[in-house]
């Protein structure tokens, strides 16, 4: 990116940095302006999108706006994975630009060019942190002064943010903390299973070990209201949630009601469509489908997140005018017994009904007749919620397999899958 390009994407940013208080026709407008240049691009330069469209019919012309973008091909991991990687990429532009990878927690590592504009400028945190932009902080000290721990897969120190690898806190967790405490951060952000594990070993050392952040912010995994309440009183902090994926960066963020997702609109265009790709209509769940409008090096046009979740309808009383949405959970993730399997969904809505007495749980299939249901409990946690518990779990897993629910301090995160699992299968990893 050279200084005139350099100085275009700021003179940009001025302009959609405020983007939430304007009119809704005008974002409208602005995500169907970009659009219509993405798809010129990615026709004429990317001959994955080039043949797809072609295929199914579709003249360039007609892709003007959001409303044409619904008549596209929904495209997901596996068209990626099934093609050469200079069949989706601009390989004139993309050769010198670096690969990276997702984490694989839910299989194989997707390999991805990320936007240039994200990792190369000093904005590419302000998808995430824009929750503080709302509050009234100014940009230049959002951008410049805010101090910022961030304990994730793949870390990668920048001046004013110091990155730990999930790898290293789960290793040498004391360690960690210490670091932690000697930096000083503003805000710490992380998957809520490492939120509720540093939370938990603060409060096992007891008085004297506090923390204390201005923020939290999780991400990555669903984050529940009790494990809400319990990372905010141990970290003396205001938790905030944001949503996204690592090959198209931050999608949406919580604001000051912390109730749902406000859409990063500059940058994405949402849609909800059923298993057949039809569109659902507001407050309505389905599949969530992602347009990436900033990405030219490897363009994410109507691809499938794999997140099941919701386009809200009504406006937030924070008065911002963006799209708000929520997630529900991940599509394709199962109990498998015998010839059934459970969807993740069915055993969320239990665990959902004792979010005051259990603080996370997992679902580790030990064998092929054998379960074991591992739990964090709260204090409200006693004989007559296990059995109740077990009752409800067994009216949805049937007589075929036993299991038995273990109360533990702490879940375990297996070195070889990166994001905290709910549902393990041992007989599949051995």
Not at 153 to 182: E, H, Y
Request: with cysteine; hydrophobic share 35%.
């Amino acid at each position: 990116m050279n200084i005139l390009e350099k100085n275009m994407e700021r003179a940009r940013f001025e302009v959609w940095k405020d983007i939430h208080a304007m009119p809704k026709w005008v974002i409208k407008k602005w995500q169907e302006k970009k659009l219509q240049k993405l798809t010129a691009y990615a026709y004429k330069n990317i001959s994955l999108y080039h043949d797809l469209w072609d295929t199914n019919g579709l003249k360039l012309t007609d892709i003007t706006n959001s409303d044409i973008l619904k008549q596209l091909p929904i495209i997901n991991k596996r068209v990626f994975k099934n093609k050469p990687q200079e069949y989706y990429i601009n390989n004139e532009v993309s050769k010198t630009l670096p690969w990276k990878h997702t984490s694989g927690s839910t299989g194989e590592p997707f390999k991805f060019i990320p936007a240039s504009f994200s990792p190369q400028t000093a904005y590419a945190d302000f998808l995430s942190l824009r929750f503080l932009y709302w509050t009234g902080i100014p940009l230049t000290h959002i951008i410049r002064k805010t101090k910022i721990i961030n304990i994730r897969m793949s870390p990668a120190s920048s001046p004013q943010r110091l990155f730990i690898s999930v790898a290293d806190f789960l290793k040498n967790p004391g360690g960690v903390i210490t670091l932690i405490r000697q930096h000083d951060a503003d805000i710490i952000q992380s998957y809520p299973s490492i939120l509720i594990e540093l939370s938990r070993l603060i409060t096992e050392k007891g008085p004297g070990s506090q923390l204390k952040f201005k923020y939290a912010l999780s991400y990555g995994e669903m984050l529940h209201s009790s494990q809400r309440v319990f990372i905010e009183k141990t970290l003396q902090c205001e938790l905030y949630n944001k949503y996204g994926l690592e090959e198209l960066g931050a999608v949406g963020v919580e604001c000051k009601y912390h109730k749902d997702f406000h859409l990063n609109s500059e940058s994405f265009i949402l849609e909800t469509v059923d298993e057949n790709g039809r569109q659902v209509p507001p407050e309505k769940g389905g599949r969530i489908i992602l347009t990436d409008l900033n990405n030219y090096n490897m363009p994410f046009i109507r691809y499938d997140t794999g997140d099941y979740g919701r386009i809200l309808e009504n406006n937030c009383p924070c008065g911002l005018e963006t799209e708000r949405f929520t997630i529900d959970g991940r599509l394709g993730l199962f109990l498998n017994i015998g010839p059934r399997k459970i969807h993740h969904f069915e055993i969320a809505e239990i665990f959902n009904k004792f979010c005051n007495k259990i603080l996370q749980y997992q679902i580790v299939k030990l064998s092929t007749d054998f379960l074991e249901i591992r739990i964090i409990p709260q204090p409200s946690f006693d004989n007559s919620a296990q059995q109740q518990l077990s009752n409800v779990f067994r009216s949805i897993i049937g007589s075929e397999i036993s299991f038995q629910i273990k109360t533990v301090g702490h879940l375990e995160h297996p070195s070889n899958l990166g994001k905290f699992r709910p549902i393990i299968d041992m007989a599949v990893l051995k």
